[in-house]
Structure formats: C-alpha cells, structure tokens
C-alpha cells in the first residue's frame, strides 16, 4: 500500500482491486465500532455502483452489529419500475440491504411521481437522522452520487434534489454494464447534494478501475470546484480516498 495527503484528504493506493476493498471494509468497520461505543444506533449512506462491489462483499463478511445501524442510499433514477435491477436501491438490496440485519432500510422511491415532492420526503428522513459515515464512490465525469458538473452546487441549500443526468454519466452506465444501450438509460434521477454528502463526520471513498483514472487524477490534481464535484473530498476533515493500480495509474 502506498499513502498520500492532498489538502486534508488521505489517499491509500493498493495494487490489486481485492486489496483495496478488503483495507477500506476493515477502516469502515473500525469507524462503525467506535462510533457505535459511544452511541446507541449510527446512520449510513451507501453509493450503489459495480465499484462498490468489492469493499460491500468485504464489510458483509466482517462482524458488525448492523442491527443498530440505520441504511440509506445517495442517489436514484427517476421513472424506472419498481423491480428494476438498474434501481439504485434494488442494487443494494441485492449486494448489502438485503444481506445483512439492518435496524432499517430507507430507499429513494424510484417511481414517485413527484419527484421535489419524494426529495423533501427523504430529506427530512435525513435531516432528522443526521448521518455518521458516507460509503461513496467517484464517478468517470468526477460526480459524487447523481451532482453532476452541471447540477453540481458546493453551498446547495437543499438536501436532495432532482436532477438531468449530463451524456458522460449516461454513458458510465452503460460502461458498468447496468443498460445496453444510452437510450435505456433514465435522463433525470434523485440525488442527494454536495453539501448532504459532505456533512457526514466520516466519508470513505471507493475507487477503483481503469475508467476512473481520468476522474482521480482530476480529484487530486486539479482545482477544488464543480467542474469536478469529487474535489470537494480534498475540504473534508475526515475522507479517505481507497485507489486500486488501474484508477492510481495517471497519479
């Protein structure tokens, strides 16, 4: 492993994907023991993307009371039917939510049919259970969750909001494997805020593959601003930032 600091983020570079989730599961784990030494019950958030397969796979094998622990989810497409695999939160129920004993799961409603009206609902579940620890990942055009360059706003006054998804993100999704073709992939989803995302104490950060490698050279090495909203990771007090040696290899 080799270790880096850029601005207040720690960076832990890994050479194989394996390594990488294995490392960020056990800091993950170790995190959810000490805060739930000091209180009775913690809130997560989770990404819900392929890259966050590894370290998932890890934290279910690890020894966690996830009965005092309360799951959310960062982001959601809007208008896909309940049942689809593509629905961010039909992925973590099949990779985490739906594994492991939660004290309780809460999902963005992929099908609501108002969707400002599903942000406020899921904002206020949020803003009256403050979250302990964001599991996150970067996205090829450097969003956190669905904030995407475009949408993407570092003093966002809302909680969550719904947005139109840009052509590099879209296209991500077929990349992932998740739809065939771009046309099958939603134009707007729900998606938790910049500020949202960045409020919580303690973010871990999951980034691995050739793909992304564009995105983290940019997180590290370009100027903090929504050109590319990953570097608003560089501000947080307590990120870490997990690369395995084909997202590392631009650094």
Known sequence: ??????????????????????????????????????????????????????????????????????????????????????????????????????????????????????????????????????????????HIAFNDPPVADFNDPKIAKPVKLDEVCRNQQVNDGCFASIDLVPTHAITLTCPTLMKAPFAFCIVPAPTKANAVKRTLDGEISTECPATALRNHPNAILYLDGDSSALL
């Not at 279910?60 to 809007?78: F, L, Q």
């Not at 939660?102 to 609501?112: E, G, Y």
């Open 1 to 142: 492993m080799k270790t880096m600091k850029v601005d207040n983020l720690d960076v832990k570079i890994f050479p194989t994907r394996d390594e990488m989730g294995a490392c960020a599961a056990k800091d993950i784990h170790d995190k959810i023991v000490e805060l739930l030494s000091e209180k009775d019950e913690i809130n997560m958030i989770f990404a819900a993307a392929p890259s966050q397969n590894d370290v998932l796979a890890s934290l279910i094998a690890s020894d966690i009371e996830w009965n005092r622990i309360n799951a959310y989810h960062m982001d959601e497409y809007i208008g896909l039917s309940k049942d689809a695999p593509q629905g961010f939160g039909n992925f973590l129920v099949d990779h985490i939510f739906g594994k492991v004993p939660f004290k309780s799961v809460n999902l963005i409603d992929c099908t609501a049919t108002d969707p400002e009206a599903e942000c406020e609902r899921y904002g206020k579940l949020l803003a009256e259970n403050p979250t302990d620890i964001v599991v996150m990942g970067i996205g090829e055009n450097g």
